[in-house]
């Protein structure tokens, strides 16, 4: 059989997009990681054991034959126990049968969300440090990222820098709190601001929520779109993959106007036909059955996950910023030999067994090609006890060593 090759002006080729695409450095990381057989703390796979009655529910849907297409926006009793868990937890009130839309993780919901309500060229406002995943979406469908930097070490927004950066092309900003990579958690006072910016430009707000439920120090999730005015404009996004330690199941969902939502649902059933049936019988029992305490007891054992790594962190010279949110920590990796993050990234791969992933992948270059996280990494803490354990063993005779 003859080999065909692609020719530049033929019509065998990539498209525009996909010759500026790479892997994610955080996959990139997973899989250096298991070449060597390491401790994977570059990649957010969560892999603690989930809870209970999430699994065996899922298990009973599948043996009962729960294994065909759901509705598009997902089954009835997940989206009544989104609609009170919203109600409950975040102060909002959504109509399960017009507001509510399970999706195929909260990428998929993001994804459906940007395609029914953006157009190619239109500007979308993030923050650094970012989520890639969000960047590469917006560069996915020709939408801009313009990136706008929180100021370090709080990640504090910067109302002025967030003003000069909206154009005529804006239409939207995407919020990720708590944040994925830095743990931020936006304040009230932060939101409201944000919010006044929102309505005077007229732009949508699409919120990430993932990591709601892991808030440390007595600080507080707010949805920003439970402030006035913010309602129609914010599309909610969350999901049950960090929460219930279920990421490969891929089950997120969100929450729009009743304007928004049958074409954000559109989207989404022509892209993923819907959610995972069985996975969606397994969240509806987590959020029906799981008591109060669940929620507590995860922040609080996270919060002492995020003490330990921090400190070990600490004693290898490797000085973290202390998140408040999520779990994932960046830390000053100065001291590990590296012309890069990314060559920082793997010399402690191979040095100790530990994937972190380049801070680099969080940060836009600047005119000069200037990157802000060349001296970070972002190490991930979700992991079992022994596991991360057996890091901090690993970091603490590094910092011995000498890094």
């Known amino acids: 059989m003859p080999i065909i090759t692609s020719s530049p002006s033929g019509n065998l080729r990539l498209s525009e997009l996909a010759p500026h695409f790479i892997q994610s450095e955080i996959r990139a990381m997973s899989v250096a990681c298991s070449d060597v057989g390491g401790i994977?703390?570059?990649?957010?796979?969560?892999?603690?054991?989930?809870?209970?009655?999430?699994?065996?529910?899922?298990?009973?849907a599948i043996r009962s034959g729960q294994n065909i297409y759901t509705r598009l926006d997902g089954i009835a009793p997940l989206r009544d126990a989104i609609a009170q868990k919203f109600a409950s937890f975040n102060g909002l009130s959504v109509d399960p049968n017009t507001q509510v839309l399970v999706t195929s993780g909260a990428t998929g919901a993001l994804n459906a969300a940007l395609l029914a309500l953006l157009n190619p060229g239109d500007e979308c406002v993030v923050f650094e440090p970012f989520?890639?995943?969000?960047?590469s979406t917006l560069h996915s469908m020709r939408i801009a990222p313009v990136v706008v930097e929180l100021t370090a070490p709080e990640f504090a927004l910067d109302l002025d820098r967030l003003r000069a950066a909206i154009t005529p092309r804006t239409r939207a900003i995407i919020l990720n709190s708590p944040s994925n990579p830095s743990g931020k958690v936006f304040t009230q006072s932060e939101l409201e601001a944000l919010a006044e910016v929102a309505i005077e430009h007229d732009l949508f707000v699409f919120t990430d929520e993932m990591y709601e439920c892991f808030i440390y120090d007595g600080a507080r999730h707010i949805s920003i779109a439970t402030i006035p005015g913010m309602a129609e404009r914010t599309i909610t996004i969350s999901g049950f993959s960090k929460t219930f330690s279920v990421t490969g199941w891929r089950l997120g969902y969100l929450a729009a106007s009743e304007r928004w939502l049958p074409a954000i649902g559109y989207f989404h059933d022509l892209i993923y036909i819907c959610a995972p049936s069985p996975m969606q019988h397994g969240a509806a029992a987590g959020?029906?059955?799981?008591?109060?305490?669940?929620?507590?007891?995860l922040a609080e054992e996270y919060q002492g996950k995020r003490d330990a790594i921090c400190a070990s962190l600490t004693r290898a010279g490797l000085t973290p910023s202390i998140p408040t949110g999520a779990y994932y920590?960046?830390?000053d990796a100065t001291a590990i030999p590296g012309a890069d993050a990314k060559q920082k990234a793997r010399k402690l791969l191979a040095?100790?067994?530990?994937a972190a992933v380049a801070g680099s992948a969080f940060f836009a270059s600047d005119a000069a090609g200037v990157n802000p996280g060349e001296n970070l990494l972002r190490f991930c803490f979700a992991k079992k006890h022994p596991e991360l354990a057996e890091a901090c063993r690993r970091l603490d005779a590094y910092g011995v060593s000498g890094s």
């Open 40 to 60: 994977n703390m570059a990649q957010g796979v969560c892999d603690t054991d989930p809870p209970h009655p999430v699994v065996e529910a899922a298990i009973e």
């Open 287 to 297: 959020l029906l059955q799981l008591p109060h305490s669940f929620y507590t007891d």
């Open 351 to 354: 040095d100790t067994g530990i």
């Open 131 to 135: 989520y890639g995943y969000h960047v």
């Open 329 to 331: 920590v960046l830390a």
